[in-house]
């Protein structure tokens, strides 16, 4: 064979085996769950519903993906799929609400500690497989965060982990969008090493004043315009559009949650007192190690905490870190989740809420609202999620034992009721979920 006839061969096979890929990977992306019907009935369940307490040899009846019945009388239909779990445990599907999984490498846009208009969802890899183990360990939703680099980071992006769907069909539909603010070492660290503002926290504060004044300037001149423009003043001027004061402009409106990364006493005062300044709604403390030490005053601002169970000494400002804070917290009135920012914990989210019944006295019901319904509402839709109640997205996890166990694992997922993971599944519990060609797996 002529060495051109080689090459011309040579494209023939290349293109054959892109073909193949391609058809492979669109397979995979469409087939997502397995068919089923889109009515059924959990039947002989234990539930913890996460909104009324346990519920002893109770049924959930799903219906077109929401929670049509739960309860031990629940009716449903002559012919409609029944499941008779006996006796085993289902809960909420579990949320996480500080993660930064399926982001690849592009978390922090340190370049300005003021990045408010980058968005996640740009950054937003759904084919990654972190989605995959979170949806093993039955987490259903989490919210993916800008790092922590940046005083005001970016917009988070809120996601169901429908693994195997294509990205639009695993964005939460609905929710609201977050805000990353951060505070203390990270920031400091980041810019200081490069020379610039901020390296102290005096300095980080300073950056976020100066940007709320820019922004409070910028809310005036549109909402004049706007208010000419609704008159029909022909004359109005529009204001330079600015993307980043944009988004800071949304937050005095009280159209972003603001979820702040945090750990030291001192500057929870300092961040509730700048948003009392400048007017707006802090949703929740992340990490929050020392909430314990001001409790009264979170509970007093509105915010809830996003905190780990008994991580510390990882970093400077985790040494008075002690595993009670999340229960102390609770004790005082704070909102409480529990939650991973960790490709590996989020797997063991009902672990980590477990420890605060060890550590702290939770009851079972309080562990339980810590990585369901309180999440939800960090993340904005506990309207929606977060608990077994009627007319809610059926989002359900199926034990194989007693969930706040080290030796539970998650059975079955269901998400808006299509089952996403089955452990006696072949295929790594995704039922009809092909796999990659490339990879072997």
Known sequence: MSLAARAAWSRTLLLVFALVMLAATLSAQSAGPASQSSEFVIKNATILTASHGRIEHGSIYVKNGKIAAVGTDVSAPAGVQAVDVNGAFVTPGIIDPHSHMALDDDVNEATSPVVPHMMMKDAFVYTDKEIYRALAGGVTSALLLHGSADMIGGQAVVIKTKF????????????????????????????????????????????????????????????????????????????????????????????????????????????????????????????????????????????????FSDWWGYKYEAFDAIPWNATMAMRHGVRVAIKSDSDDYIRRLNQEAAKTMRYGGATEDEAIKMITINPAWIIGVDDKTGSIDVGKDADLVLWNSYPLSSYALADKVWIDGQLFFDRSTPGYGMPNYKSDPEEGQ
Do not use: C
């Open 164 to 307: 195997g769907l294509s990205r639009d069909q695993m964005l939460f539909p609905g929710a609201p969008q977050s805000i990353k603010f951060a505070s203390g070492e990270n920031p400091k660290r980041v810019f200081g090493s490069k020379g610039q503002l901020p390296s102290t926290r005096m300095g980080n504060f300073e950056v976020m004043r100066e940007a709320f004044i820019q922004a409070q300037e910028y809310r005036r001149e549109w909402d004049e315009y706007n208010a000419k423009a609704q008159k029909g003043d022909k004359d109005a001027k529009m204001p330079h559009r600015d993307l980043k004061l944009e988004a800071l402009a949304d937050v005095l409106r009280g159209k972003l949650l603001v979820q702040i990364h945090i750990y030291r006493a001192d500057e929870f005062l300092t961040e509730i007192a700048l948003a009392n300044e400048f007017g707006y709604k802090i949703r929740a403390f992340h990490h929050a190690l020392e909430a314990y030490k001001v409790p009264d005053e979170i509970a007093k601002s509105g915010a809830a905490i996003a905190t």
